[in-house]
């Protein structure tokens, strides 16, 4: 009996021995742990990347969408203002060119 549990006590001793010291394996696992783990960090830093790139994009075009709505609606009341000066020259144009033509016919009437 006392063979036997010197015998258990040397395995119990070798097994947590063994137990203890990494071997070859062990160290490989470890090593693609942190490999994936690394990538996995790295990923999420990427998207993260991503995102905030997308989100700057999107602000930026928002930005120059309201400078080209402002620039387009100053053209806009631009053009209008030229319009409605053109209508008023042409008014003016018609009006003059009508007083020549009754002072025309006035004076082909009267024999001039």
Do not use: H, Y
């Not at 015998?7 to 693609?32: Q, R």
């Not at 387009?72 to 319009?83: C, L």
Request: aromatic fraction near 0%; charge should be negative.
């Amino acid at each position: 009996m006392k063979t036997l549990m010197k015998i258990a006590f040397v395995c119990g001793t070798l097994a947590l021995a063994a137990c203890e010291s990494d071997g070859p394996a062990e160290e490989a696992g470890e090593a693609v742990d942190n490999a994936v783990e690394d990538v996995r960090d790295a990923a999420e830093d990427m998207t993260d990347d991503a995102a905030d790139a997308m989100e700057e994009a999107g602000d930026e075009a928002q930005d120059a969408m309201g400078r080209v709505e402002s620039e387009a609606s100053e053209a806009m009341d631009a053009a209008q203002e030229a319009a409605g000066d053109m209508t008023e020259k042409a008014k003016d144009a018609a009006a003059d060119l009508e007083s020549k033509a009754k002072d025309a016919a006035s004076k082909l009437q009267s024999g001039q």
